[in-house]
């Protein structure tokens, strides 16, 4: 394959939030996988000898998105969810597998898996990695690990732990699996009949043992986790994520600030009536999810005041399109309206998330050794987040998989 140079283009990645200007007139030389050199036009094509030129026609070309909470097999309380609990093991994953080509297709080049049902997503993992499936890079966690009756105890995407050696256990069987980081429900949430938000769900000891053990073999703790007390407990531990945060405090968000611990805010799990209406969520569920949605925000902007880096993660499946575009970008437009703006929401969607999973050799830059994980959009994302609305162009590891001007625009 002869290598590729992508013209006419305006260059920007999370880098500007460290205060990098992008580059306008920019061009980035792909040799297979790999960028193999990006920055102005002229110095790139001195060494683009033989390349195949690829017009971007003055579009805007940022690193793909990065989503940190994503569930591929999601399936909430109501009929849609129960469809998908339905379904056989080759079912399931070929749901799996049309949403992962769809989560491409919407610009999203990396996916962090946080509770996946049966372990397909390690198949899907593989598929996708030989070339047999199309879809983004999967770092997962396997299944959540959860207490008995515990959040999203309901399905196959979770697995009960009681006592401390039942997690130690828990965490080894995810990592056996392959997975990437692990997974722990620490408190209620949203969805679960029986619990409210702030349920503690942990015991102390079992809260250790699931940190020690993941961190002795080198994997990242997350944690699903609403309320302060428990959250505040965790960081203290050395927890390494939060998801969600309903219910922060500016103490508990300057703790994480300090100790480091990111948080994956999740705005639109309380604010997604149309999607929850879908899927057939019953109102018990509505009236929490929605109901919780003025303290979120009010939450969100505590670790914003605090300094906490806050990553983009949908929770809703990633494709999905809600309010006029992918699930993806609103939350990312939900994070930047919130407070964080468009030059930190491009960070906290790309070059963030690559540095929490420590790929960031990979992934999340337009710079050489990178992946050639690329998105095109026409409008300016440092201007306004909204921009990623405009996406027309994908490419993942140097060949492009959207084209909307040549006719590939069908997910
Ligand atoms: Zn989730």
Redesign the pocket.
């Known amino acids: 394959m002869s290598d590729v140079v992508i013209v006419n283009c305006t260059v920007a990645d999370g880098r500007v939030a460290d205060g990098a200007e992008p580059v306008a007139d920019a061009a980035v030389l792909v040799r297979g996988e790999r960028i193999l050199l990006a920055g102005p036009r002229e110095e790139v094509l001195r060494q683009a000898d033989g390349a195949t030129e690829l017009d971007m026609e003055g579009a805007y070309l940022t690193p793909g998105l990065v989503n940190m ?3 591929l097999s ?1 399936s909430l309380p109501g009929q849609g969810g129960e469809n998908v609990k339905g379904f056989t093991p080759h079912e399931l994953a070929l749901y799996m597998a049309d949403g992962a080509r769809r989560t491409l297709h919407c610009g999203v080049t990396a996916v962090r898996c ?2 996946e049902k049966d372990h397909a997503d390690f198949a899907l993992r593989r598929a996708i990695e030989a070339g047999r499936a199309s879809g983004p890079r999967i770092f997962t966690a396997g299944q959540a690990l959860v207490c008995t009756g515990g959040h ?1 105890h309901e399905s196959s995407d979770t697995l009960e732990c009681d006592g401390a050696d039942a997690f130690r256990r828990g965490v080894r069987t995810q990592i056996r699996a392959g997975a990437d980081l692990v997974k722990v429900m620490i408190s209620g ?1 949203i969805a679960g009949e029986h619990e409210r938000i702030e349920t503690p769900q942990l015991f102390t000891e079992e809260m250790i043992a699931v940190l020690n053990t993941a961190h002795a073999w080198g994997r990242k703790v997350t944690a ?1 986790a609403g309320p302060a007390a428990v959250i505040a407990e965790a960081v203290e531990l050395g927890l390494d994520c939060v ?2 945060g309903y219910q922060l405090t500016p103490e508990v968000a300057a703790k994480m600030a300090e100790r480091g611990t990111a948080l994956v805010p ?1 705005l639109l ?1 309380t604010r997604c009536k149309e999607f929850f209406d879908e899927l057939g969520v019953p109102e018990w569920m509505q009236c929490r999810s929605l109901g919780a949605g003025p303290r979120h925000l009010e939450s969100y902007a505590m670790a914003l005041a605090a300094g906490v880096e806050v990553l983009l ?1 949908s ?1 809703m499946p990633p494709f999905w399109r809600f309010e006029g575009t992918s699930a993806t970008v609103r939350e990312l437009e939900y994070m930047s309206q919130g407070g964080l703006g468009p030059a930190r929401a491009l960070y906290a969607g790309t070059l963030g998330p690559a540095r929490w999973l420590g790929a960031e050799r990979d992934i999340g830059t337009v710079e050489a050794g990178r992946y050639a994980d690329l998105v095109a959009m026409d409008a300016d994302p440092l201007a306004a987040t909204s921009a990623f609305r405009t996406i027309r162009w994908v490419m993942k590891g140097g060949r492009v998989v959207r084209d909307d001007r040549a006719g590939g625009g069908r997910p």
């Open positions: 909470h994503t569930h999601l946080v509770a999203g949430g699903h998801e969600h999740t799990v993660g929770d």
